[in-house]
């Protein structure tokens, strides 16, 4: 059972460029979302989605795109990267939204020069 | 604006003491969670707190939840060095995939 899945573990961008982090889970979880991780700053909600086809913004949206077309998949798009855009980044999911926690993936370490 | 206040943020413990982590937020929730972090690692779930009152143990650590005090706490008793992590708590306020965290608490345990 692999859980939630992130690609790329680590990723280069120059400032300007466009690139996509991948998040898939196998779970049949309904709820994912999108968190950066910043030193000192916990985690922030970027997107979530509540099943395919429905998204909605979190606490920083500026500068990313989601999509859900499918139960599994969750991507994150950053349209044209930005140094402030340098984080961690944490996909995550949940069964429902009762009582569930969520689980996390292994994180993506994006770095933007 | 949701706010989720965790303190100390950071935490040096010897061995064998005791201390506790507080979590305030500012608006009604009656869930809370409580998630471990290693360093350069993902986050694993601690505990989930849905009521008044609630209270979990998992070994040395304790969570427990006052929604009335919009505050909840995780106990550390005799700690040892493998409690050495950054321990995060978080809020859903409005029952959706919603997830507000705090800033998160170091924790070091030495010798």
């Known amino acids: 059972n692999a859980g939630v899945t992130q690609t790329p573990k680590f990723q280069v961008l120059k400032t300007g460029q466009s690139m996509t982090l991948q998040c898939a889970q196998d779970?049949?979880?309904?709820?994912m979302s999108w968190y950066r991780q910043d030193p000192g700053m916990g985690l922030r909600l970027i997107h979530y989605s509540v099943g395919a086809g429905i998204t909605d913004q979190g606490e920083v949206p500026n500068g990313y795109n989601v999509s859900r077309s499918t139960t599994e998949d969750f991507p994150l798009r950053l349209l044209s990267a930005a140094p402030s855009q340098t984080s961690v980044y944490f996909c995550?999911?949940?069964?429902?939204?009762?009582?569930?926690?969520?689980?996390f993936g292994q994180g993506t370490r994006l770095t933007v020069v | 604006e949701l706010k989720v206040e965790q303190n100390p943020l950071f935490l040096s413990m010897q061995e064998e003491k005791n201390y506790t982590i507080y979590c305030n937020y500012s608006t009604t929730s009656d869930r809370l969670y409580w998630y471990r972090q290693d360093p350069g690692k993902s986050l694993e779930s601690l505990f989930v707190?849905?009521?008044?009152?609630a209270v979990k143990q998992e070994g040395r650590l304790m969570a427990s939840l006052d929604t009335k005090a919009r505050l909840s706490t995780l106990h550390i008793t005799a700690a040892v060095h493998d409690l050495s992590a950054t321990y995060f708590c978080?809020?859903?306020?409005?029952?959706?995939?919603?997830?507000?965290f705090g800033a998160g608490t170091r924790l070091t345990v030495k010798p």
């Open positions: 978080a809020v859903d306020p409005s029952y959706n995939n919603d997830m507000r």
């Open positions: 779970m049949n979880h309904e709820y």
């Open positions: 995550a999911s949940r069964y429902d939204r009762s009582v569930t926690e969520a689980f």
């Open positions: 707190l849905l009521s008044n009152g």
